[in-house]
């Protein structure tokens, strides 16, 4: 059983993922709400996802994060401390942990070492929600820790494709390589036709009235604006890097990005009892 939650203010879906069977449950790619003008955080978004959990009396095995998202922050520790659950992401996470920690001149501290997940997944892993047998891609591209995970027919592939008429995610942050993201796309794509395909994120492409996130992975072979069959992968690395010379820089992404690498967690209080975010000038 797929739920799917949607965040018009990040247009990003949240999926909880259970086994009817057994009612054991996994959240993938949660949201805590956060207004940059005023600096304030809000669990709307998480509170709507744990009353779902609750009328539905599920179990959470696992709060999975497709990758360190730059367009959001991550609720996984607020539904962690509410729900249970270990909190799994890509082994690749200390690369990006490595690059940011040195772009938010990060003190010894941040240990960068993967440590602040309970899981670090390689590709090839499996492991169980409840009855459910779910397992591991590595499909890096976007971000160098992107994973799909593979539940059942269905596939959570983050941002990697968007919707067919949408296309692909951006390969332009540090880490992204275009060809990486063709390679893992193609990956993705030598699923069995009919597989479900679950999306991170829709932005409504020209002409589509409704917000959409589910497809196939027949329907991207078919219909993928950047990488239908027959692309190859140099007419996608061209398209790519074509297209993200033209994209800003994300609304988001530096108090996103260094509060994910964290696995979530908000930066400590300060001796006034005060979070602080740091925003680097002219370095991105
Ligand atoms: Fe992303």
């Given at each position: 059983?797929v739920r799917?939650f949607?965040?018009e203010?990040?247009?990003t879906?949240?999926?909880v993922v259970s086994?009817?069977?057994?009612?054991?449950a996994?959240?993938?790619d949660?949201?805590?709400?956060f207004?940059q003008a005023?600096?304030?955080?809000a669990?709307t978004s998480a509170d709507?996802?744990?009353?779902y959990?609750e009328?539905?009396?599920l179990?959470?095995?696992w709060?999975?994060?497709?990758?360190a998202?730059?367009d959001?922050?991550?609720?996984a520790p607020?539904?962690q401390?509410?729900l249970?659950?270990k909190?799994?992401i890509?082994?690749a996470?200390?690369q990006?942990q490595?690059?940011?920690?040195q772009?938010?001149?990060?003190?010894?501290?941040?240990?960068r070492?993967?440590?602040?997940?309970?899981?670090?997944?390689?590709?090839?892993?499996?492991?169980?929600?409840?009855?459910l047998q779910a397992?591991?891609?590595?499909v890096?591209?976007?971000t160098?820790?992107d994973?799909?995970?593979?539940?059942?027919d269905?596939?959570?592939v983050?941002?990697?494709l968007?919707?067919?008429?949408f296309?692909?995610a951006?390969?332009?942050?540090?880490?992204?390589?275009?060809?990486?993201?063709f390679?893992?796309i193609r990956r993705?794509?030598s699923?069995p036709?009919?597989t479900?395909l679950?999306?991170?994120h829709?932005?409504?492409?020209p002409?589509?009235?409704?917000?959409e996130?589910?497809?196939t992975?027949i329907?991207?072979?078919?219909a993928?604006?950047?990488?239908h069959?027959?692309i190859d992968e140099?007419?996608?690395?061209a398209?790519?890097?074509?297209?993200?010379?033209?994209?800003?820089v994300?609304?988001?992404?530096?108090?996103?990005?260094q509060?994910?690498?964290?696995g979530g967690?908000?930066p400590?209080?300060?001796?006034n009892?005060?979070?602080?975010?740091?925003?680097?000038l002219d370095?991105l």
């Amino acid at each position: 059983m797929v739920r799917a939650f949607f965040d018009e203010q990040t247009n990003t879906i949240s999926y909880v993922v259970s086994d009817p069977a057994t009612r054991h449950a996994a959240i993938i790619d949660s949201v805590l709400d956060f207004d940059q003008a005023s600096g304030r955080t809000a669990t709307t978004s998480a509170d709507a996802i744990m009353a779902y959990v609750e009328d539905e009396a599920l179990t959470i095995d696992w709060l999975l994060e497709t990758h360190a998202h730059a367009d959001h922050l991550s609720a996984a520790p607020y539904l962690q401390q509410k729900l249970g659950g270990k909190l799994g992401i890509g082994r690749a996470i200390t690369q990006v942990q490595d690059v940011f920690g040195q772009l938010l001149n990060a003190g010894a501290e941040f240990v960068r070492d993967g440590s602040e997940f309970d899981r670090l997944f390689d590709d090839g892993d499996q492991f169980e929600i409840g009855g459910l047998q779910a397992s591991v891609l590595h499909v890096p591209g976007h971000t160098p820790a992107d994973m799909a995970f593979v539940i059942g027919d269905s596939a959570f592939v983050g941002d990697t494709l968007f919707m067919p008429d949408f296309g692909t995610a951006r390969a332009d942050f540090p880490g992204g390589d275009a060809r990486q993201l063709f390679r893992s796309i193609r990956r993705l794509l030598s699923l069995p036709p009919q597989t479900r395909l679950f999306l991170c994120h829709d932005y409504k492409a020209p002409g589509r009235a409704d917000y959409e996130w589910e497809t196939t992975v027949i329907a991207q072979r078919e219909a993928n604006v950047h990488v239908h069959d027959g692309i190859d992968e140099d007419a996608f690395v061209a398209m790519r890097q074509a297209r993200d010379a033209t994209l800003a820089v994300p609304r988001l992404i530096l108090p996103s990005i260094q509060v994910n690498i964290r696995g979530g967690k908000l930066p400590a209080p300060e001796a006034n009892g005060i979070r602080y975010l740091r925003i680097p000038l002219d370095a991105l």
